[in-house]
Structures are given as C-alpha cells and as structure tokens.
C-alpha cells in the first residue's frame, strides 16, 4: 500500500506515521513467516529531506535447525532511509524513489524484514544437534551409541596399538 507524503513534502518539521499489518505468508525461504507482520513508522521533513523509519516485527514459529526443536522467536526488524521525488545518483541504495508523491512504505517493510530473516536458528548457542547414527538429542544427555573411531585418526590407533622397540641398539 502507497503512503502519500505530499502533504508533508514541501513543510520543514511536519511528520506523518504510518501502521499496516502485512501478510508474509507466501515467504518460504529463508523461514516461513506465519504470522502477521506489524509495521510502523514515520515520516519526517528534516529540511526539505523526507527521512522514513520503520520497524517491522512479528513472531516467528520454527524449528532449531541442529537439533529440530520447535521454537517461538519474537523479531523486529529496523529499517530507514531517505526519500526523493528525483534521483541525482541512481545507485545510491538509501534513497527510495517516489511515485507520485507516495512511499510504497509495505514493499519496504517486506524486504527489510525477509531480507534480514535468519538462514540458521539454534535454540541455545551450544546445540549438540542429533545423534548421527540413532537421531537421539544430544542436548538431553548421551545416546546409547557406541562410539566409533574417526577413520581420519585409525593410522594414529594403530600406532598406539602396535608395541615399541624398547631396545636400543
């Protein structure tokens, strides 16, 4: 949905908030976003310089990615830049160019929270994951399995099996 800020856009010190809700549901990758999104922000005239910021937080229903628990993350994504009706550098990515005088302040909102979407959840730092062998977790003590060797270390086993020469000649 368009904001439309021409209203304030010629008046130095004027402001205008905003809140929408946004449906993410369609977003699969990195996380699937369930809930609704809530996004709120202003805009302000700093000069003759539209200034947007915005916050954009939901709950998030996951799963660590290690040990597959489920989890219930709150995240709140910030985000800000700088309007304009005409764009002097193209390739500058803290301008956002106007349509009309209107702000497609959702679109926004959307990306910056996808974009800072995690790609790996843990439910604690120090996640010993699943048993690779019984599928058993780990963060709930032992499994039964036997242990095996690394096959990367068996050369150095076998040295320690085979005796030494203990004379010297």
């Known amino acids: 949905m368009l904001l439309d800020v021409r209203p304030i856009l ?3 010190g004027k402001s205008l908030g905003f809140r929408r ?3 993410l549901s369609d977003v699969e990758y990195p ?3 369930t809930r609704p999104v809530e996004a ?3 805009v302000r005239n700093r000069a003759g ?4 910021d915005l916050t954009a937080r939901s709950t998030l229903d996951t799963c660590c990615d290690r040990c597959g628990k489920p989890l219930t993350l709150d995240k709140a994504v910030e985000y800000r830049c700088l309007l304009a009706s005409e764009l002097e550098d193209e390739d500058n990515e803290e301008i956002v ?5 209107q702000a497609d302040v959702e679109d926004l909102a959307r990306t910056a929270f996808v974009l800072d979407l995690d790609t790996k959840v843990l439910c604690r730092e120090d996640c010993k994951g699943l048993c ?3 599928g058993a977790n780990l963060n709930d003590g032992p499994c039964g399995c036997e ?3 690394d096959p990367r270390w068996a050369a150095l086993g076998r040295l320690l099996e085979t005796p030494m020469d203990s004379g010297a000649g």
Do not use: N
């Open 40 to 42: 709120e922000g202003t």
């Open 147 to 149: 242990k095996e060797p």
């Open 31 to 33: 996380r699937p976003v």
């Open 132 to 134: 690779p062998r019984c």
């Open 10 to 12: 010629y008046t130095p």
């Open 97 to 101: 160019l106007l349509q009309d005088g």
């Open 49 to 52: 310089v539209l200034e947007l």
């Open 21 to 23: 809700t946004l449906d």
